[in-house]
């Protein structure tokens, strides 16, 4: 689904409009015209429909360069082995989550904590997978035409990044926040609330018109505004809404 120019909606799951795997977070391309890429790639459950999105869009799976990750946890980079095998795209995440997926750490990511509470199937897996490519918080990336900032933003995870695009004004934020200024809430060793926060505020600095969350909808204009309602209400004392 075209959400807007250079961007595309390829995967998503039950909170979101559960195109390619109900497990699955929002997956998206960013086409750069001569490059493209795929922001964060779902489980792995959903692969093969995400493919199939993919192909409808008019894209061929194996004309994408980069896959970008924007965190280690498995509804975000559990396909990232198999959708690096299919597709030949190198993989690009930060040094943290590069450390996870390279090890397979299941508990770090707190897969073992989420198959005990049946979030996920008791034989889901995090494949470990070989990451490419290292970034670090302010490096810029070429997609094609498209320049790509860096942005560390833990918080939700200890190893989260977004992927700012300025030229479309265009903020991937991941599990940072969502419509209506809500917030990802999770028990796991990796949240932090603190950092969140700080991370909110950092974002709330940038000229966002487009903001695509990691769950929920995309939103395609004004993408500030949520942003900044969870700074707001941060600022008051308050804890935004969790979505889990």
Known sequence: MRISEKVYWIGSGLLGMNATDELDCNVYLLDGGSEQAIIDCGTGYGLMNIMEELRRD????????????????????????????????????????????????????????????????????????????????????????????????????????????????????????????????????DFSMDQLFHSLMQLGNLHVERLMPGHLTPVVRNGIVPIRKAVDQFMCGSIPESIV
Do not use: W
């Open 58 to 189: 008019g894209f061929d799976p194996k004309s994408v360069r980069y896959i970008l990750l924007t965190h280690a946890h498995m509804d975000h980079a559990g396909g990232a082995a198999a959708m690096r095998e299919l597709t030949g795209a190198r993989i690009v995440a930060s040094r943290l989550s590069a450390s996870l997926l390279e090890r397979g750490d299941e508990e770090a990511i707190g897969l073992a904590q989420a198959r005990e509470a049946d979030v996920y199937p008791s034989d889901c897996r995090l494949n470990a997978c070989k990451v490419d490519s290292v970034v670090d918080h302010g490096q810029l990336m070429q997609i094609g035409d498209l320049t790509v900032e860096v942005i560390e933003t833990p918080g939700h995870s200890c190893d989260m990044i977004s992927f700012f695009i300025p030229d479309i004004r265009t903020l991937f934020c991941s599990d940072n926040v969502f419509v209506g200024g809500r917030i990802a809430a999770i028990d796991t060793p």
